[in-house]
């Protein structure tokens, strides 16, 4: 099935949901693995072949690539356990090695497709969502009643990424929202050393086996000060930032400069996200910049009266968070 208008298209194949808009940018969504995008190319002017943007899934099939959503928390929960309200629940210990919970429930989960289209206002476009309430297996970990709805659309040769998260139980709902956006460090011949990046932050949280502690320390003039597109050098770098630059909207901005492309790599979150994850190890030419509600491990954290960013919904209310996807000439 394929649904064309004005040179925006939306084909699905099996499972999967192809979009390409009228420049030729396509993106592949793999909606019963966790709807993650996990292709993404732009046209470049003076390349025969778009770019790949995020880094495409290998033959393990694993976890590492695409844009993984997290969700009800996104990063680690320590020990999987968490208090809400009174209330101790234990979500499944899936980072061994450290005995924590890692990046939610939904980013391996099946999503059902809501609807498609393509128009001359959102380009190509796709919804899915996840009800929570409705999946045994997340309901033993986190029983409260949520629905997630996730629309992506292609315009312009931009992939923007709307998410609606609805109460739809009786209760109050605990939750943090976050991607995980797999890039590749380097384009063309440039070494990772030489590859830019930008994360807004102008404090990191401290971090002890990867889990917040509830400190925070300032970055100015140290090698942690991301905000003015340091090149990546020997940096190894698995931190949470806060205390962020805003544009005057509100939304905040992280990138990644190619500087033998000429190329500028951007994300843009909207003023509901307020931390931002880089994790750009030296062992793998990947950089992820993960925009987030709150900082790791938020839920216990804002229950010990840290404030660490947990967002809380009223029954019949919702949430809602923009993220924006480009690769530009710089």
């Not at 969700?71 to 320590?78: A, C, D, G």
């Not at 063309?188 to 400190?215: C, F, H, K, M």
């Amino acid at each position: 099935m394929t649904n064309i208008t004005g040179g925006h298209a939306v084909t699905l194949e099996g499972t999967d949901v192809h979009l390409r808009d009228v420049t030729g940018a396509t993106a592949r969504i793999q909606v019963a693995s966790g709807n993650n995008v996990c292709d993404y190319r732009v046209p470049v002017p003076g390349r025969a072949d778009p770019v790949a943007v995020l880094v495409t899934p290998d033959a393990s099939g694993g976890y590492s690539y695409g844009n993984p959503i997290l969700f009800p928390f996104p990063n680690r929960v320590k020990g999987g356990s968490y208090t809400f309200e009174g209330a101790t629940h234990q979500l499944d210990v899936n980072e061994t090695a450290r005995g924590n919970h890692i990046h939610g429930l939904v980013n391996r989960r099946p999503w059902v497709t809501e609807a498609v289209g393509a128009d001359d206002e959102r380009g190509a476009w796709h919804r899915a969502s996840v009800d929570l309430a409705s999946d045994p297996e997340i309901q033993r970990q986190y029983p409260f009643g949520a629905k997630i709805s996730v629309t992506t659309s292609l315009h312009g040769g931009v992939l923007v990424q709307v998410t609606v998260v609805e109460n739809n139980g009786s209760g109050r709902l605990p939750m943090g929202y976050g991607i995980h956006p797999w890039f590749p460090v380097t384009l063309g011949g440039t070494p990772r050393e030489a590859s830019r990046v930008r994360v807004p932050g102008a404090a990191i949280w401290e971090l002890d086996n990867l889990v917040p502690t509830g400190q925070l320390r300032h970055v100015d003039g140290t090698e942690l000060d991301l905000r003015e597109w340091p090149e990546i050098a020997t940096r190894e770098l698995d931190h949470v930032y806060t205390a962020v630059d805003r544009r005057a909207d509100g939304w905040t901005e992280a990138g990644v400069f190619y500087p033998d492309e000429n190329l500028r790599l951007l994300v843009e979150a909207s003023p509901e996200f307020r931390e931002w994850v880089i994790f750009a190890p030296p062992f793998r030419p990947v950089v992820c910049l993960e925009p987030y509600t709150g900082t790791t491990n938020a839920v216990n954290l804002q229950n010990d009266g840290i404030d660490a960013g947990l967002v809380v919904i009223e029954p019949g209310s919702s949430w809602t968070g923009e993220v924006r996807f480009s690769l530009r000439p710089a």
